[in-house]
């Protein structure tokens, strides 16, 4: 099952124009992740945010994570073509000792760039 | 360096066969993890493996199975092929099996499952 929800489930915009994708999950978490998948290939990973954080920049990447609403945001400001793909965010609910090394991960969002 | 290596990347079965994919994760990376991803859908976890040991199983069928060779290689076998098995597969590798947190996936390009 999945951890949450991305919201938009897809995304259409111009080159130069700011995209923002959220995330909702239902669990405590250690820390939240996204990656980058283009058309159905493997994930790259682009950033972790730890549950004690509440903002982190990579780039053109802004992630914000607010574990009391149980959100994250992720913004790519001035967008390109090449950013054209799907983004998932993935959290760590691992709780204890014991790691499973489980990501839940959401459904996505389908981001296009026009150039 | 070579990232994580999946195969095959495409293969066509038909119902109640069973498959084989393999995985190759980064050199020194002792963990190995699979996800199976259902077109539309993001990727829903299968297993973990670190040191050869299974470390965690996700909410799948025992037709799954897995296993991780002593140069940490990994093989996920489905037998009795179902249509809804029908995905792709990702392999993910990461150096160590820490406490408390899971940490940056590396995954391979995947193996793409199609039963008819």
């Known amino acids: 099952s999945q951890q949450g929800e991305e919201d938009p489930q897809a995304l259409s915009i111009q080159e130069g124009e700011n995209a923002t994708m959220n995330c909702s999950y239902k669990t405590s978490i250690n820390n939240l992740q996204w990656y980058r998948q283009n058309s159905g290939r493997g994930l790259v990973h682009l950033i972790l945010i730890r549950s004690n954080e509440r903002e982190k920049h990579s780039g053109r990447l802004r992630v914000t994570l607010d574990t009391s609403k149980k959100s994250s945001s992720l913004l790519i400001t001035a967008s390109r073509a090449a950013d054209t793909a799907s983004y998932f965010c993935a959290t760590d609910a691992t709780h204890g000792s014991s790691n499973t090394g489980k990501l839940i991960f959401g459904q996505g969002t389908t981001l296009q760039v026009k150039p | 360096d070579a990232g994580v290596t999946q195969s095959p990347t495409h293969l066509i079965k038909t119902r109640g066969q069973q498959v084989t994919l393999r995985c190759s994760p980064i050199?020194?990376?002792?963990?190995v993890s699979w996800y199976q991803q259902v077109l539309g859908q993001g990727p829903q976890f299968i297993f973990q493996y670190y040191e050869k040991e299974e470390r965690g199983r996700g909410n799948f069928p025992d037709r799954f199975s897995a296993r991780q060779f002593p140069n940490y290689s990994s093989e996920l076998n489905v037998n009795a092929l179902l249509l809804g098995d029908s995905a792709l597969y990702l392999c993910?590798?990461?150096w160590g099996f820490g406490t408390g947190e899971t940490g940056e996936l590396f995954f391979g390009e995947g193996s793409r499952l199609t039963v008819l």
């Open positions: 993910a590798s990461r």
């Open positions: 050199s020194g990376h002792k963990s």
